[in-house]
Each structure stands twice: as C-alpha cells, then as structure tokens.
C-alpha cells in the first residue's frame, strides 16, 4: 500500500491551532492537512497507470511521473509499443512496466483493473489520454463511426475511471487526470466528434470530482493546445503555421509540457484540486476568446 498524500491526522501530527479549533463550528479539522508534505510534487511509492503512453504526450507524462518516482504502466493497443517504451524508461533508471489496454474494450478494461489490483493492491495515478481522433466533417460521421469514437474517446474514460476509482477507494484516495483538449472550448472544423468528446470529458471530470471527493479521489481535466505529437504532425504545415501565429509564446507546445502539469495535479501539492480544467496552449486561446 502506498503512503498517504499527507500524514494523517490520527499521526499526532495536529498543530496546536488546528486542536485550538476543534470546538469551533465548521468542517472538522480533520478533513484538512496538518503538516505540509515534504516534497509536495513527488509520486514515490505511487503507481501510475497513463493510456495511449507509446508515444506523443502519453510517452512524455510518463517520463515526467517516473522521474517523480511513481512506477508507471505503459499502455496502448500495442504491447510491443508499450514494451518498447517501459524498456526506454527503464534503461533510464525508472521504473516501469507495459501493459496493452484498447480502452475501447470493456473486457480489455476489466483485464488492466485484474492486473492492477494483483500485482500493485490498487492503483494511485489514472491518466485518461488514449485518443480516436477521426478526420471527418459532421455530415460524413456515420453511426458507425460514431460510436466507436465513443467507445474510445468516452466510454472508455469513464469505466477506466470506475474501475480505477474502486482501487483507489481501497488505497484511501488518488488522482485522475483527464487529457481534454482546446478544441473542447473551441471546436476544430473536420473534428467534430473529437471536439464534442472533449467537451463531455470536462462535464466528466467534474461528475467524478463531485461523486468520488469523499472517498479522497480528486479528477481534474487538462486541456492542451497545439503541442507537437505525431497527432499535431498530421496538420499540413500551413495549419501549423496559422496556429503558432495566433500563440502569444509562438511556438508549439513540447509533450512534456502536458507531463508537467499531470505530475502537479497528480501530487500532494493539488491536494485541494479537484473538479479543476487547465488549459495548456501557449496563450493562443486568449485571441480565440
Ligand atoms: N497533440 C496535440 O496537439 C493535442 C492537442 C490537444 C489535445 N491532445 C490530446 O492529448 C492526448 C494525446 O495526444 P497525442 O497527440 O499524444 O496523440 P498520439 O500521438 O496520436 O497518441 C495517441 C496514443 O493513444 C494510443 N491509442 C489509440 N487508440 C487507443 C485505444 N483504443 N486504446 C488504447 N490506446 C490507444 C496510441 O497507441 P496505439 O496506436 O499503440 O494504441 C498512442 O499511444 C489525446 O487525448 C489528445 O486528444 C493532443
């Protein structure tokens, strides 16, 4: 079992204030931190599980949790991708495993929750990344299409969330950590479906936060911009070029980037995070505004 965020009150930690209120009315003094953790923004002991981690950003955030010192599950369609990718990280003194998941499956989604729970007792980090991003106008996205995008995009996100949040209960809390997008807020032309998703990860985000706070599981959402991924790589240069025009800091983004701001929701540092959507796109949705 891995430690908690904080210690816990029942430590004998308390500080004289926090005694000093305890008749006074108001939440329990309890239900808030004591002591200041000693390295706010670092996973030890943690396990993380990140979809869609054999490249783009996925690959990224997990470097970045495992340099905080989470052990982290490669995940994708591809085991051989995920193997690939755990073995990097490992050659790089961290510590990680691959695991394939089409999140898409539920019989694929009960399997990692099996795993998780046979090899770890549970599960600490769940980072939802994997992605179908159909390029399609609206008019030529049939029922087909449709709900296999859902499956993924959607479908997928919550019941992995379900199935992480009962191992999270077990453990006494943890963090989800939605991958959204700006086009959730400012829907792309010829992503129709993929923009409508993100959007409904948010409303997600927030249900999860809302249903699963008493149990310590904090859900939050990040919502990045143009970052460089063999997903942004698929834009003709010219759409590249627009879209780094209209950034203030003009330049893509860097996948890590997205890894640095999952690693600070993820730690003891959001502790009083939850239900929180971060946009991550270099200013550009200043001008979109
Ligand atoms: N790149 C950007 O500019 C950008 C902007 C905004 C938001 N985002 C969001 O950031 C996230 C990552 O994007 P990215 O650019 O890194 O994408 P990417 O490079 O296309 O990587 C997608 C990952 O998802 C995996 N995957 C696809 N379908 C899957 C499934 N059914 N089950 C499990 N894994 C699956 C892929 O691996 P396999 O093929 O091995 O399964 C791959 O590892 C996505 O949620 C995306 O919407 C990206």
Same mark, same amino acid.
């Given at each position: 079992m891995s430690p908690p965020e904080h210690t816990p009150a029942s430590a004998g930690t308390v500080d004289a204030a926090a005694s000093a209120r305890s008749d006074a009315p108001g939440p329990p003094a309890e239900a808030a931190p004591s002591v200041a953790p000693r390295d706010p923004f670092g996973l030890a002991g943690k396990v993380a599980l990140v979809t869609g981690s054999s490249q783009g950003i996925g690959r990224a955030t997990a470097r970045v949790l495992a340099q905080a010192g989470a052990h982290v599950v490669i995940s994708s369609r591809k085991q051989e991708a995920c193997a690939q990718v755990a073995a990097e990280l490992q050659a790089e003194g961290l510590s990680? *495993? /691959?695991?394939?998941?089409?999140?898409?499956?539920?019989?694929?989604? /009960?399997?990692?929750?099996?795993?998780?729970? /046979?090899r770890h007792g549970g599960l600490d980090i769940l980072v939802n990344n994997a992605v179908l991003s159909p390029w399609r106008t609206i008019d030529a996205t049939d029922p087909a299409l449709f709900a296999k995008t859902v499956d993924v995009d959607l479908r997928g996100y919550w019941f992995l969330s379900v199935e992480a949040a009962k191992l999270m209960t077990a453990r006494g809390g943890g963090s989800i950590v939605n991958i959204s997008s700006l086009a959730a807020l400012h829907p792309e032309r010829m992503l129709g479906l993929y923009s409508t998703l993100k959007t409904a990860l948010i409303g997600m985000s927030r249900a999860f936060?809302? *249903?699963?706070g008493a149990a310590g599981i904090r859900v939050n959402t990040v919502l990045p911009g143009l970052i460089r991924t063999p997903l942004a790589d698929a834009f003709d240069p010219d759409t590249q070029r627009r879209a780094i025009d209209k950034m203030p800091l003009g330049r893509l983004g860097l996948p890590e980037e997205i890894g640095y701001a999952v690693r600070y929701l993820s730690s003891p540092a959001a502790a009083f995070v939850t239900g929180a959507s971060l946009v991550i796109d270099g200013g550009m949705s200043i001008g979109a505004l």
């Open positions: 990680a *495993e /691959a695991a394939a998941c089409h999140i898409g499956r539920m019989e694929d989604i /009960a399997q990692m929750a099996a795993r998780l729970r /046979a936060a809302q *249903e699963y």
